[in-house]
């Protein structure tokens, strides 16, 4: 999953900054606005697979990762180079959510400034 997050991430955010979505100096989409509304699956076999828990939520071999990562890069830049249409969409996805993201907690600062400033009181003359 490590794998996959980050690679979706680096791929967006380069095919932005490539068609001009992300200028110079602003910032990158995160992984939450890159994963939002997304639904994977990612079937990985091997030999010996080690796990976190009994669980076997987590898979343990690292370098799982950067094989995952590798493969759905390419496969991902593949992809959007011969659907530009539909890759556009994606990225104008992924600013919405950056977007949200950002007014979200400019609204929370916002409510956590005002709160301090009530609750502070004046001495009485």
Same mark, same amino acid.
């Given at each position: 999953?490590?794998?996959?997050?980050?690679?979706?991430?680096?791929?967006?955010?380069?095919?932005?900054?490539?068609?001009?979505?992300?200028?110079?100096?602003?910032?990158?989409?995160?992984?939450?606005?890159? !994963?939002?509304?997304?639904?994977?699956? *990612?079937? *990985?076999?091997?030999?010996?697979?080690?796990?976190?828990?009994?669980?076997?939520? !987590?898979?343990?071999?690292?370098?799982? $990762?950067?094989?995952?990562?590798?493969?759905?890069?390419?496969?991902?830049?593949?992809?959007?180079?011969?659907?530009? !249409?539909?890759?556009?969409?994606?990225?104008?996805?992924?600013?919405?959510?950056?977007?949200?993201?950002?007014?979200?907690?400019?609204?929370?600062?916002?409510?956590? $400034?005002?709160?301090?400033?009530?609750?502070?009181?004046?001495?009485?003359?």
């Amino acid at each position: 999953m490590t794998g996959l997050r980050s690679a979706l991430t680096r791929s967006l955010n380069d095919y932005a900054r490539k068609i001009g979505f992300i200028k110079e100096g602003d910032a990158s989409f995160t992984g939450e606005d890159t !994963k939002e509304g997304l639904t994977a699956i *990612v079937s *990985v076999k091997l030999p010996d697979p080690q796990f976190e828990s009994q669980t076997k939520v !987590k898979l343990l071999n690292a370098e799982v $990762r950067g094989q995952v990562e590798s493969a759905v890069v390419e496969a991902l830049n593949a992809w959007m180079e011969q659907f530009p !249409k539909e890759a556009k969409a994606i990225v104008e996805k992924c600013r919405t959510s950056a977007r949200a993201r950002e007014a979200a907690r400019q609204a929370r600062d916002l409510v956590f $400034r005002k709160s301090a400033l009530e609750s502070m009181t004046l001495p009485a003359n």
